[in-house]
């Protein structure tokens, strides 16, 4: 295991050593051009410290904040998108990054390293965690980026065998993709979701939105379905249904203002919707998010 001693940007625009190492470390504040849908042949650990917005893993759409902790496994695309795209953050994500051949190889030699495959094999999906102390994630994670060689390793361990023992976490994306596609077509996708990010309350169309990467309509349905795992207009709705739950539980508006602010044309369709990604009505929604909050 060596010591890197230079860096170098990949094609998926992350920043690596040169050398040989079992785990890497990586961060960035915003704006970046690390902030894009891409996807590599790592595990990574991502540990947002601050800001929030829009998070995406495969298909799956969520909002972010401090204290997230996310691992997302090889291929699988992803992107956190800040909510005040304006704002200068310095530091907001904290990354532990891993390949697979290390972990299956080590187990060779040291069994106990097995332990962490079962949750190497659930990162396919990405997996968010739950219930882990702020504090000790941002000491771990400073560890990890302040040592190197065994040290290094000696850091990270521990965390990754917590977060395999733990029980409280959720799989994120409900298709495994495999984004293999070329570093052109990555930028064409990162395009698309920049541009429904920041458009999702106005009239969006698929022939719009083809022809702003130059693509016919049917090549850009077949394309955008094989790399987000959505249709496009699943993806429109996704987006839109995500952003009406920080409205759900974040004001009091009521729903029907919510409804076309979020870019739905009547509330009878927006309530069919959200019940089919929510599997509960928006009113429901809200009422749950107030009942968990009044028993803490």
Same mark, same amino acid.
Request: aromatic share 10%.
């Given at each position: 295991?060596?010591?890197?001693?230079?860096?170098?940007?990949?094609?998926?625009?992350?920043?690596?050593?040169?050398?040989?190492?079992?785990?890497?470390?990586?961060?960035?504040?915003?704006?970046?051009?690390?902030?894009?849908?891409?996807?590599?042949?790592?595990?990574?650990?991502?540990?947002?410290?601050?800001?929030?917005?829009?998070?995406?893993?495969?298909?799956?759409?969520?909002?972010?904040?401090?204290?997230?902790?996310?691992?997302?496994?090889?291929?699988?695309?992803?992107?956190?998108?800040?909510?005040?795209?304006?704002?200068?953050?310095?530091?907001?994500?904290?990354?532990?990054?891993?390949? #697979?051949?290390?972990?299956?190889?080590?187990?060779?030699?040291?069994?106990?390293?097995?332990?962490?495959?079962?949750?190497?094999?659930?990162?396919?999906?990405?997996?968010?965690?739950?219930?882990?102390?702020?504090?000790?994630?941002?000491?771990?994670?400073?560890?990890?980026?302040?040592?190197?060689?065994?040290?290094?390793?000696?850091?990270?361990?521990?965390?990754? #065998?917590?977060?395999?023992?733990?029980?409280?976490?959720?799989?994120?994306?409900?298709?495994?993709?495999?984004?293999?596609?070329?570093?052109?077509?990555?930028?064409?996708?990162?395009?698309?979701?920049?541009?429904?990010?920041?458009?999702?309350?106005?009239?969006?169309?698929?022939?719009?939105?083809?022809?702003?990467?130059?693509?016919?309509?049917?090549?850009?349905?077949?394309?955008?379905?094989?790399?987000?795992?959505?249709?496009?207009?699943?993806?429109?709705?996704?987006?839109?249904?995500?952003?009406?739950?920080?409205?759900?539980?974040?004001?009091?508006?009521?729903?029907?203002?919510?409804?076309?602010?979020?870019?739905?044309?009547?509330?009878?369709?927006?309530?069919?919707?959200?019940?089919?990604?929510?599997?509960?009505?928006?009113?429901?929604?809200?009422?749950?998010?107030?009942?968990?909050?009044?028993?803490?």
């Amino acid at each position: 295991m060596s010591t890197a001693t230079t860096k170098r940007l990949t094609p998926e625009y992350e920043l690596v050593h040169e050398g040989i190492e079992t785990i890497r470390y990586l961060e960035h504040g915003h704006p970046s051009e690390l902030i894009r849908w891409h996807a590599h042949d790592d595990y990574e650990l991502h540990f947002i410290v601050a800001s929030t917005g829009k998070v995406f893993v495969g298909d799956y759409i969520g909002n972010y904040k401090p204290g997230q902790l996310i691992l997302t496994g090889p291929r699988l695309p992803h992107n956190w998108i800040c909510q005040n795209s304006d704002t200068s953050v310095p530091l907001r994500d904290m990354v532990i990054r891993f390949d #697979h051949e290390a972990f299956e190889q080590g187990c060779k030699i040291v069994p106990e390293l097995a332990e962490i495959l079962p949750m190497l094999a659930r990162a396919k999906s990405g997996i968010e965690f739950f219930n882990v102390d702020f504090d000790y994630l941002q000491e771990t994670f400073a560890q990890v980026r302040d040592s190197s060689g065994l040290q290094r390793v000696m850091n990270a361990l521990p965390l990754l #065998h917590q977060l395999s023992q733990s029980r409280s976490y959720r799989l994120l994306s409900t298709v495994q993709i495999d984004l293999k596609s070329s570093e052109t077509l990555q930028r064409k996708i990162n395009t698309v979701v920049d541009y429904v990010s920041q458009n999702y309350a106005n009239d969006i169309t698929l022939a719009n939105v083809a022809s702003l990467i130059g693509m016919s309509d049917s090549h850009f349905s077949r394309f955008f379905k094989k790399a987000t795992g959505n249709r496009f207009t699943e993806f429109v709705n996704r987006m839109r249904i995500s952003r009406a739950c920080s409205l759900l539980t974040e004001t009091d508006q009521q729903i029907a203002n919510i409804c076309f602010q979020v870019g739905f044309n009547n509330v009878a369709n927006f309530n069919r919707r959200f019940h089919e990604l929510k599997g509960v009505t928006p009113r429901d929604f809200r009422a749950q998010y107030y009942k968990r909050i009044e028993g803490q």
